[in-house]
């Protein structure tokens, strides 16, 4: 395929956003914001016929922009909206040729809108396989990386949690994070948890298929023992698998138990449960930690039956199972958490981000007030640490505090004031916290004789 355009300002999303020189892409709230700045993008030189791939849309915000809506804004151009969730791709006719995907090819797939160019969840996968080879060039992903490494020490981060290690190629990540860290010097480390999905597919010899697909999860743990011998002074690995329960919280594909969402449409499985259930069992008997995305109350349940059954096969103590994101889940639902000595790790962006704007659509107003209680799970006795899943949020461990610890929104508002936090809580949520759940309190996360010496200094108090 065609180069990516690599000159031209590809994020357009409804928050300004910071990019690696310190600078402010404008925020995109409207329509016509949204549209303006997307023409001003695709036509800025050099070459308006190589791919044009943009990160931030937001269909609730910016209208709809699928495949007839593309062709007619740019025709013959291959253009590749991003959803702000980076689970969702749009795509015009042009990308989608130029993709060699076909009717044929996607025919019967769940998470496929053929007509609108619409992938999600496992869908989009079909979409960023066939973008790797542009992706993956050196150039254009050594800059990101290295961009992502100066947000990084901008935000202040001594170390930093891959959940996604071995998602592109093992050999070729690890190479590029010795480019960076080594090689470039970057003040910092990465600590790499291995994509329990993508090496079991690829270890059984499978392509990521609709999310009931079985996935022989033995073979992906025999695929991730010999990487723990290729440990570097920046480049750790933790003897734990992300697995994935439900969608994206910031499209709304979240599995919501009733009444679900006001406007009737329904969420979506990463993992249908009884492949989520095979994951969490085959990890869990193997002693790993085990870190699950989640995300609404349905997904929720999907979780604490999958560790509820591997519990009473199994029984382990100390076993740090991490809930990720818990964008939305039932008061009644914490306490089982709990019970079950699991803990989570939470984006407590999506307060500021999101409240407003689901309170009007998707959730309702009081669900939407809801989203990320993390003074309610620490109520209940368990530990909460915070992450930015970048670029979910800001790579800003201070921001993402603020955002636990006020529970404003996006206008001002203050969302279910009883969950907002302590400074103290706030601050250990990316810190001593943060470390704890990548089973490193002893190395990291506060300042004590025998520990890493790690230190953020700050411009302001």
């Given at each position: 395929?065609?180069?990516?355009d690599?000159g031209?300002?590809?994020?357009?999303?409804?928050?300004?956003?910071?990019q690696g020189?310190g600078s402010?892409?404008?925020a995109a709230r409207?329509?016509?914001d949204?549209?303006?700045?997307?023409r001003q993008?695709?036509?800025a030189?050099?070459d308006?016929a190589?791919w044009?791939?943009s990160f931030?849309y937001?269909?609730a915000l910016?209208?709809?922009?699928?495949?007839?809506?593309?062709?007619?804004?740019?025709?013959?151009r291959?253009?590749?909206?991003i959803?702000?969730?980076?689970?969702e791709?749009?795509?015009s006719?042009?990308?989608?040729a130029?993709l060699?995907?076909t009717?044929e090819?996607?025919?019967?797939?769940?998470?496929v809108d053929?007509?609108?160019g619409h992938f999600?969840?496992?869908?989009?996968?079909?979409?960023m396989a066939?973008?790797?080879?542009?992706?993956?060039?050196?150039?254009w992903?050594g800059r990101?990386?290295?961009?992502?490494?100066?947000?990084?020490?901008q935000g202040?981060?001594?170390?930093?949690g891959?959940?996604?290690f071995?998602?592109?190629?093992p050999?070729f990540?690890?190479a590029?994070?010795?480019?960076?860290?080594?090689?470039g010097?970057?003040?910092m480390?990465?600590?790499?948890?291995?994509?329990?999905?993508?090496?079991?597919?690829?270890a059984s010899?499978?392509?990521?298929g609709?999310p009931?697909?079985?996935?022989?999860?033995e073979a992906?743990?025999?695929a991730?023992?010999p990487?723990?011998?290729?440990?570097?002074?920046k480049?750790?690995?933790?003897k734990a698998?992300?697995?994935?329960?439900?969608g994206?919280?910031?499209?709304?594909?979240?599995?919501?138990?009733?009444?679900?969402?006001?406007?009737?449409?329904?969420?979506?499985?990463l993992?249908?449960?009884?492949v989520?259930?095979?994951?969490?069992?085959t990890?869990?008997?193997a002693g790993?930690?085990i870190?699950?995305?989640?995300?609404?109350d349905?997904g929720m349940d999907?979780?604490?039956?999958?560790?509820?059954?591997?519990?009473?096969?199994?029984p382990?103590v100390?076993?740090?199972f991490?809930?990720?994101?818990?964008?939305?889940?039932a008061?009644?639902?914490t306490?089982?958490?709990?019970?079950?000595?699991?803990?989570a790790?939470?984006?407590?962006y999506?307060i500021?981000?999101?409240?407003d704007d689901?309170a009007?659509w998707?959730l309702?107003?009081e669900?939407?007030?809801?989203?990320?209680?993390?003074a309610?799970?620490?109520r209940a006795g368990?530990?909460?640490?915070?992450?930015s899943?970048?670029?979910?949020?800001p790579?800003?461990?201070?921001t993402?505090?603020?955002?636990a610890?006020n529970?404003?929104?996006?206008?001002g508002a203050?969302a279910s004031?009883?969950?907002?936090?302590?400074?103290?809580q706030?601050?250990?949520?990316v810190?001593i916290d943060a470390a704890w759940a990548?089973?490193l309190?002893?190395e990291?996360?506060?300042?004590?004789a025998?520990?890493?010496?790690?230190?953020?200094v700050?411009l302001?108090?």
């Open positions: 395929g065609a180069d990516f690599l031209a300002p590809r994020d357009i999303a409804p928050e300004a956003w910071r020189d402010l892409r404008p409207t329509p016509d949204y549209l303006r700045l997307l993008a695709v036509a030189p050099p308006t190589r044009f791939v931030g937001q269909p910016h209208e709809r922009l699928g495949r007839p809506e593309l062709d007619t804004l740019f025709p013959g291959p253009v590749i909206l959803q702000r969730s980076f689970h791709t749009y795509c006719s042009a990308a989608i130029q060699g995907l009717a090819a996607v025919a019967g797939h769940p998470q053929w007509a609108n999600y969840e496992t869908g989009n996968k079909l979409v066939r973008l790797m080879p542009d992706i993956l060039k050196p150039d992903y990101g990386l290295a961009m992502t490494a100066r947000l990084m020490q202040g981060i001594t170390t930093a891959d959940m996604l071995g998602s592109i190629n050999d990540e690890l590029a994070l010795d480019q960076v860290l080594h090689q010097d970057a003040p480390r990465v600590v790499n948890v291995f994509d329990g999905r993508g090496f079991s597919n690829r010899g499978r392509s990521v609709p009931d697909q079985p996935i022989d999860f992906g743990l025999t991730m023992q990487l723990f011998e290729r440990a570097a002074p480049v750790w690995f933790s698998v992300k697995l994935f329960a439900d994206a919280m910031f499209s709304q594909l979240m599995q919501m138990n009733p009444p679900g969402y006001i406007d009737g449409h329904h969420g979506e499985w993992m249908a449960p009884e989520l259930a095979a994951g969490v069992r990890f869990w008997n790993w930690q870190h699950v995305h989640v995300n609404g349905g999907a979780v604490l039956a999958a560790l509820e059954a591997a519990q009473a096969q199994r382990r100390d076993h740090r991490f809930m990720h994101h818990v964008g939305y889940h008061a009644a639902q306490n089982r958490i709990a019970a079950l000595g699991a803990h790790s939470v984006n407590p999506y500021h981000a999101l409240a689901y009007q998707g309702g107003a669900r939407a007030s809801q989203i990320t209680r993390c309610s799970m620490l368990m530990k909460v640490s915070f992450h899943d970048f670029m979910m949020a790579a800003e461990p201070l993402l505090a603020w955002c610890a529970r404003r929104t996006r206008t203050v004031p009883s969950e907002t936090l302590t400074l103290q706030a601050l250990r949520g810190t990548l089973r309190e002893d990291v996360g506060s300042i004590a025998g520990k890493r010496a790690d230190f953020c700050l302001d108090d």
